[in-house]
């Protein structure tokens, strides 16, 4: 099947269930990207937690997040929540999409993925420790913004490529939507 473009407004439950009929078979390389806005942008550690880009897993608790995205190299499930619940958009292969979710009407062609690094470098151990991290994460530097990220994967190299595809009106080429394919380590 080619990638497909669905939209939908769903309940926290509904969102939850929707997930774990698409990823039921959770690899490894399923992905989530986690947003939370804060309260207060003036408490530093609302601000350093509000953003997490983790392995997927049934046990994250999705309520407590603003907006996401789980993905893979099969597709992406992104969602926002407001008052009436989720707004979710898919983006990918599954069949089980169109049978609850409206299509895209607009023809859209899906291009190749493009890569992108992601911010920071790998943090050695005694660096980890004199910060006070956890043992065994691959937490990540980036002095321009500056915070530490934590990725779900530790690249020998020290830097992360996240993958995206673009969807882009079949007509005038524009880029319409994008979507999350995959990360991997940068190759040297």
Known sequence: ?????????FSEKELVEFLEIIYQNGSGDCFALLEKVP???IDERERQNGIKLVTYS????????TRGRVFNTDGEIRWERNDDGYK?????TAEEAAEKMNKYEQ????GK???YHLWGDLLEERDRQELGLENGGAFYLESMIPRIFQYPLAAKNKRLLIKVISYEDA??????????HSIEEVRS
């Not at 023809?107 to 899906?110: A, G, Q």
Request: a negative charge; glycine letters at 4%; hydrophobic letters at 40%.
């Open 113 to 115: 993925p493009q890569p």
């Open 39 to 41: 309260a207060s942008y």
């Open 107 to 110: 023809e859209l062609i899906t």
């Open 58 to 65: 049934e046990e994250i608790n999705f309520g407590e997040w």
């Open 88 to 92: 979710v958009v898919y983006a990918g």
């Open 1 to 9: 099947m080619d990638e497909q473009l669905y939209y939908a407004w």
């Open 171 to 180: 007509d005038t080429a524009m880029p319409q939507y994008f979507r999350f």
